[in-house]
């Protein structure tokens, strides 16, 4: 989506609070012991309170509001009886509409105490993120945002996942510009424009560099597997950067 007018801009802003809000009510309330559907309930009830839909349910028919994936698994984890357990990585992602506008958002919790490997994972991979949306801006390259986030990773000895991208977002959950890399690419020509809403959502490893089917037809798992980890932000670029709509308030 390419914004045109501050009707637009405000919509856009609206369901950016909402995930926003969800997302951070999930992750104070994920305490070892809870199942993920138990986990995915809260955020559920918090989309329904906003009169916002849960974009992957209604989109592609996913068997959750949310998804919620631990330890192995890396992206689109379906909730369920799973219990969280003290010192498990539990990513979640949000992703909603409403009053047809769509954002997306995103991030890795430790669930209690992790080992300091783990510990420096997340707050690097939150950086690679903030990273990459400070590359967003009227007239800069698409590729651009993948290279700074590869050269920071590769700095500090991390891999990413190459096959779970950025995306458009805005009037649907995924559209134009349908693949944005946030690892470093070659022969992507194309530009950043005003008011371009995408998302940034780099999934940083230790060792990881594929996700992989885990066989129910939904839940990724990184290949070689190793601990990632993945937090998002919907933006929209301006001639001064990007706008972080996916914040709570």
Partial sequence: MTLTNEDEFDGLKQIGRIVANTLREMGRAMTPGMTTAEL????????????????PHATYGFPGATCISVN????????GPRV???????NIDVSASKNGFFA?????FRAGPVSPE????CRDGRR???????????????????????????????????????HG?????HEYPEEIATWATRGDRRRITRGMVLTVEPFLSRGGR?????????????????????????????????VVVTLPG
């Fill in 118 to 121: 783990l510990d420096r994972l």
């Fill in 169 to 173: 977002v805005g009037r649907s959950l």
């Fill in 104 to 108: 997306d958002t995103g991030a890795s």
């Fill in 40 to 55: 995915d309930e809260i955020g559920r009830r918090a989309l329904e309170r906003a009169g916002a839909l849960s974009a």
């Fill in 128 to 166: 690679a993120m903030e990273i990459g949306i400070s590359r967003v801006a009227t007239d800069r390259p698409l590729a651009g945002i993948g290279q700074a986030i590869e050269r920071f990773a590769t700095a500090r000895g991390y891999t990413l996942i190459r096959n779970l991208a950025s």
């Fill in 72 to 79: 192995e698994e890396i992206a689109h984890g379906i909730p």
């Fill in 210 to 242: 594929w996700a992989g089917e885990s066989g129910d037809g939904w839940t990724l798992c990184a290949e070689p597997r190793a601990p990632v980890v993945q937090y998002e932000h919907t933006v929209v670029a301006t001639d001064r950067g990007a």
């Fill in 84 to 90: 969280i357990a003290a010192g498990d990585l539990v």
